[in-house]
């Protein structure tokens, strides 16, 4: 990881400690725009799940559990800093998914 990579990722762990999860979220996306590595894209689920955007959580987290291929992985991320076991990934996206609920709405409309 490059040294400004560095910077940005004890940026957005320092801003995750102060609650700002709106800022990590934004300061870990940057880091996976760059990187593309899929380890990264844990970190923001997790910021998405402390902003209780549950359904963006959990999309997240499946597109880190798809293919390297898919993600377009460019280069690795020391493991020290980002490495996420997938039974971790497994157990958050059980905890997200019983926080989903699918809502039907059904509508009655009057005839014409």
């Known amino acids: 990881m490059s040294a400004t990579a560095s910077r940005s990722w004890d940026t957005a762990t320092e801003l995750y400690g102060i609650s700002d999860f709106e800022g990590a979220r934004a300061e870990f996306q940057r880091i996976f725009d760059s990187s593309k590595n899929p380890r990264v894209l844990y970190n923001v689920a997790v910021c998405e799940k402390d902003l209780k955007r549950y359904k963006a959580a959990s999309d997240t987290l499946h597109r880190?559990?798809?293919?390297?291929?898919?993600?377009?992985?460019?280069?690795?991320?020391?493991a020290a800093k980002v490495e996420v076991p997938l039974e971790r990934l497994a157990r958050e996206l059980v905890v997200l998914d019983g926080l989903l609920e699918l809502v039907e709405i059904v509508l009655a409309l009057p005839a014409a």
Not at 64 to 78: K, N, S, Y
């Open 64 to 78: 880190a559990l798809e293919p390297e291929a898919e993600t377009g992985v460019r280069e690795a991320a020391p």
